[in-house]
């Protein structure tokens, strides 16, 4: 059975920084890209940022390009999106994406539960 954990998020203020993370089990997770998606309060899930099975590829939306890193350690079997320089709009439930292939252009097959983020003074 595959799960996707996801971990890191809270209460940070405008400016401030979170790093999250997502525990896989249940599939090969060196062998997948994974992806960051998040959904704001009345709106539809968005996709963040996406990272090939190796980790050396990855690409961000435009409004988080230059702020969030993801990145994966394959030996942990664990996914990280570093959130740096966090805006009030960035607030929003945070999933984790088992994709189906190894480069980042598959669809998406599991999601995780979520983490909330909120970025408040």
């Known amino acids: 059975e595959v799960q996707l954990v996801e971990t890191g998020g809270g209460l940070v203020q405008p400016g401030g920084s979170l790093r999250l993370a997502c525990t896989a089990s249940?599939?090969?997770?060196?062998?997948?890209?994974m992806a960051w998606v998040r959904q704001a309060p009345g709106k539809g899930l968005r996709w963040v940022s996406k990272?090939?099975?190796?980790?050396?590829?990855?690409t961000y939306g435009d409004s988080v390009e230059g702020r969030f890193t993801i990145s994966r350690d394959n030996a942990k079997n664990t996914l990280y999106l570093q959130m740096n320089s966090l805006k009030p709009e960035d607030a929003a439930v945070y999933y984790c994406?088992?994709?189906?292939?190894?480069?980042?252009?598959?669809?998406?097959?599991?999601r995780g539960q979520g983490t909330q983020v909120t970025v408040s003074s």
């Open positions: 249940g599939f090969t997770f060196s062998r997948f890209a």
């Open positions: 990272i090939n099975s190796d980790g050396s590829s990855t």
């Open positions: 994406e088992k994709l189906r292939e190894a480069y980042y252009y598959s669809e998406s097959d599991y």
